[in-house]
């Protein structure tokens, strides 16, 4: 098992310079010589600090995501022997703290009926199934099997769905002998399932992709399944094929009622193109699925994204979270599948996103979900800058070599927002820059990795400007910053616009400078190293 908190002194990390362009897209950071003999250049160039990245190989969406007994469960799409997408396992990692993640044997690997695509996982508390044992409840893992040589051979029922259970708290897992639980009716995409218990009718709910909708089943005992109703295929963005739901209900903050949202990826078709995560707002009856209103006629071009970035996938949420906690705990796959089998590592493919909580808020009659890091990220802050007011005036250097920008989170607010443009640049010696940020004019937030360094392995990975809408009115704009090395997720608005982007630097990004065409005032300014030595 490998513990995935990378462990260098901070004075190497503020002295590496990573070298240009090598053979195949290998980049350099340091010789050898300057750093642990256990990483190699690429591992202290890329590799992220704190976010979870396999040890090697491909790594695409999350899986069966749940909590037991202190521990939190990550599965993922793996393939552990090539870095580009392959004959589909279910890798396995753990953390007790959502934070530092330790790497498990694999849990789920190909069998006759197929690869292991996505799926989900739940308690069976009640024992429902009767796979349990005692007094031992079993987990049950509900995954999409894809037979390559029925795909290949031109047929369309390709895709079934089986379980797996655990007896041992996800440790060691059993095929179900009579898979698959649920055979396919003659659609080619037909997957990703993902299941909730529906506590009105005591029976669970099933969420599966089909093509360009999404079909809900049921069941008594996990086993057997039936097809309740359809969703979606004259609603939200259609520009691919709709993937990895994840039906769920949630409580509006302001309101105390209880609504249901619809997570639906998306690839292609995201609001900054390739893949995307959108979302749907209702009711759910243990039958049928009712949009709200306000997006009851959303079309292609709408703005309800987890995330407007181009590098937030296919994310799902934990189940099994106890109602003492009482979070809606969510986590994507930080990447995109128009350049994904192409960013310059070698040794190992992909990170996830930070684990991060969903809340439901409502302003007049618009639903929205917000996100934010998950409070454990600051049982591992430690000192950085916390500066009351910043007057910025031309180009203003927030903060400098002193500051490890390579793991750190920035927060701060700008009060009485004006219709110009506010921007801030992550800068190197090299001349890398990440910029990113607000215009007043349009209305809209801004990321552009064009400069950011490494860009050239695929032609769309630094082209195009990713936008996106401000969705608040508000005087005053919030904004929460986390950085991983190579990876910047920006929380706006206390997270009703959120932008998740991964770049390849050059060199580690040194300062971060502030400009606008007036000067404007910072307030609150604080970076927080994170303690990860």
Not at 46 to 52: A, K, V
Not at 290 to 296: D, G, L, Q
Not at 299 to 327: C, L, M, Q
Not at 386 to 407: F, H, M, P, R, Y
Request: glycine content about 8%; charged content about 25%.
């Amino acid at each position: 098992m490998k513990k995935y908190i990378l462990i260098l002194q901070i004075s190497v990390l503020a002295s590496i310079g990573l070298s240009s362009c090598q053979d195949k897209g290998k980049e350099g950071a340091a010789t050898q010589e300057e750093v642990a003999p256990a990483q190699s250049e690429e591992e202290v160039a890329y590799r992220p600090i704190f976010h979870f990245t396999p040890d090697s190989g491909w790594m695409n969406d999350p899986n069966g995501m749940f909590y037991l007994d202190g521990t939190y469960h990550l599965f993922f799409q793996h393939n552990p022997d090539d870095n580009v997408w392959g004959a589909m396992h279910w890798g396995h990692a753990t953390s007790t703290d959502l934070i530092t993640w330790e790497e498990q044997p694999i849990a789920l690997e190909p069998d006759k009926h197929g690869t292991i695509f996505s799926g989900s996982a739940v308690v069976d508390h009640n024992n429902t199934s009767g796979l349990g044992e005692g007094d031992i409840p079993p987990v049950i893992a509900i995954f999409t099997y894809h037979d390559a040589e029925a795909a290949d051979a031109g047929r369309d029922d390709f895709q079934t769905q089986g379980i797996a259970y655990s007896l041992d708290k996800g440790k060691t897992w059993i095929k179900y002998d009579q898979n698959p639980v649920l055979g396919n009716p003659g659609i080619r995409d037909f997957r990703d399932p993902k299941v909730e218990w529906f506590e009105e009718e005591q029976k669970w709910i099933m969420s599966l992709a089909v093509q360009d909708h999404i079909s809900f089943y049921s069941s008594l005992n996990l086993l057997e399944w039936e097809h309740e109703s359809d969703f979606g295929q004259n609603l939200g963005g259609h520009g691919g094929v709709w993937e990895c739901p994840d039906l769920f209900k949630m409580t509006v903050e302001e309101t105390g009622e209880e609504k249901w949202v619809l997570l639906v990826s998306i690839n292609p078709g995201g609001p900054n193109g390739g893949s995307a995560t959108q979302y749907f707002i209702g009711d759910f009856d243990g039958t049928t699925f009712t949009p709200h209103e306000s997006i009851a006629e959303i079309g292609e071009e709408h703005d309800y994204w987890i995330d407007f970035g181009k590098d937030n996938y296919a994310g799902v949420t934990w189940s099994n979270i106890p109602e003492s906690d009482g979070r809606r705990l969510f986590i994507g796959w930080m990447s995109n599948w128009e350049y994904a089998n192409e960013v310059p590592t070698e040794q190992w493919r992909s990170s996830m996103t930070i684990p991060r909580t969903l809340k439901l808020n409502k302003e007049g009659s618009t639903y929205r979900i917000l996100s934010s890091p998950v409070q454990e990220l600051k049982q591992y802050y430690s000192t950085g800058v916390d500066q009351k007011e910043i007057v910025v005036q031309d180009s203003t250097i927030l903060a400098g070599e002193d500051i490890n920008l390579s793991k750190a989170v920035l927060s701060f607010d700008i009060s009485n927002l004006q219709e110009q443009r506010y921007e801030f640049t992550l800068g190197n010696s090299e001349g890398d820059q990440l910029i990113f940020g607000y215009s007043g004019i349009e209305k809209e937030f801004f990321l552009n990795r064009g400069n950011s360094g490494l860009t050239e392995f695929k032609d769309v990975f630094g082209k195009e400007v990713s936008t996106a809408p401000r969705l608040s009115n508000a005087e005053s704009l919030n904004v929460k910053i986390v950085l991983d090395k190579t990876s910047i997720e920006i929380f706006y608005d206390n997270g009703k616009t959120v932008m998740t982007e991964i770049f390849f630097p050059n060199e580690l990004f040194q300062t971060i400078t502030a400009d606008g065409e007036q000067n404007f005032t910072i307030e609150n300014f604080q970076i927080n190293q994170l303690n990860f030595n």
